[in-house]
């Protein structure tokens, strides 16, 4: 009998905790609101290959809700996409300053890290050695 | 109990990452610009390539045959890849000197080539070729998995293949002057028993391919990056 209030009980506890991060998730003041809209535009678009326009809305959602590293990350993804290689390598680093342990900021900075070593700034005196190997881990030429 | 609460913790687990759309990974395509200026209308005539003269030794067949095969290798890449109008071959081109060091200093050699051949960009090379046949021991770190503790053993290191060490360099033919310097190492591993065979030497070096199209052409990397979907 116990057993089976207890289980309720924790039933009804994880319910509603679910329910607030849900809440906290999707509700929010307005400026949160139109920021998560601008990411899932600038998401769909940069799928596409829309680039520009992905790193226009993950701007405008930065300016929405400043400081935001799962923001940041999708500007410096769009910069890298644009070129911009300099603002992505500031953007990575103001993002990780603000989340150290934000798993896809750490993936990604690192990923761009030996790009960014192989192919823009190499290090002086720096012979490539290996046969078939790539410079950054997954990157593959399309020259 | 313990199975609805587990049951239940899953169902949390789904709805909060639901909500919270994690990161997703996506293939973007990085454009690389080339490392020269040109509109591919340029001429270009390749030569010459030098063998690095090493102290005490003498020129040897592998390094004659790798200044044939690089030279081969360059125009076909250079034809195929830069769009560049190649000149034909000058089997007349002897240069003063076989360091191409010192070639670089003297614009007026290169200015000959130009008034001789009209071309716009001269590709020059001095390549070092070592076949690399050694094998011997090192030792290394072992962690035995039955009682955890750190050992030494000795390993056996066999290295065959070939190891280049290429300096290119690409003219304005018009002035002499060094447009653009690079220097390539790279290793192609080889069967021991395929150490003689010196031909192809130079294809699928992955390495030197990128490098030397990157100097005439734009790129495009494909890399992938993870990216929040909202």
Request: hydrophobic share 40%; charged share 25%; with cysteine.
């Amino acid at each position: 009998m116990r057993n089976e209030r207890e289980t309720k009980m924790t039933v009804a506890a994880l319910i509603m905790l679910a329910m607030f991060v849900a809440g906290a998730a999707v509700a929010g003041d307005p400026a949160s609101k139109e920021a998560g809209a601008e990411m899932e535009w600038g998401y769909k678009a940069g799928r596409h290959g829309y680039w520009q326009e992905a790193l226009m809305r993950f701007r405008h959602a930065n300016e929405l809700t400043p400081d935001q590293p799962r923001i940041l990350n999708n500007v410096a993804v769009a910069q890298e996409a644009n070129g911009l290689y300099e603002e992505a390598l500031l953007t990575y680093q103001e993002g990780l300053a603000i989340a150290p342990n934000n798993d896809a900021l750490r993936r990604n900075y690192m990923r761009f890290q030996e790009f960014y070593a192989t192919y823009i700034a190499p290090p002086e005196d720096s012979g490539e050695q290996g046969t078939g190997g790539e410079g950054a881990d997954d990157a593959q030429d399309n020259s | 109990m313990r199975r609805i609460t587990a049951e239940l913790f899953i169902v949390f687990m789904a709805v909060a990452g639901i909500c919270n759309a994690g990161a997703r990974e996506v293939r973007i395509e990085l454009h690389l610009k080339p490392e020269l200026d040109i509109d591919g209308t340029e001429t270009g005539f390749v030569g010459p390539v030098v063998i690095e003269p090493r102290e005490g030794e003498d020129v040897q067949s592998v390094d004659l045959t790798a200044a044939r095969e690089f030279e081969i290798f360059l125009r076909k890449l250079l034809r195929r890849e830069a769009e560049l109008r190649l000149l034909p071959v000058d089997d007349n081109l002897r240069p003063p000197t076989d360091s191409l060091a010192t070639l670089a200093q003297q614009p007026e050699f290169w200015t000959a080539i130009n008034e001789e051949t009209n071309a716009d960009l001269i590709v020059a090379a001095s390549i070092d070729v070592k076949v690399l046949d050694r094998a011997g021991y090192t030792t290394e770190e072992y962690v035995s998995p039955q009682d955890g503790k750190t050992y030494f053993r000795q390993v056996l290191v066999e290295e065959t293949g070939f190891s280049y060490d290429i300096l290119l360099i690409v003219v304005d033919g018009k002035t002499g002057a060094i447009l653009h310097q690079e220097q390539i190492t790279d290793f192609m591993p080889k069967d021991e028993r395929k150490l003689k065979e010196q031909t192809d030497m130079f294809t699928d070096l992955y390495t030197l391919q990128n490098r030397l199209v990157g100097i005439f052409v734009p790129r495009v990397v494909q890399v992938k990056r993870a990216l929040y979907a909202g």
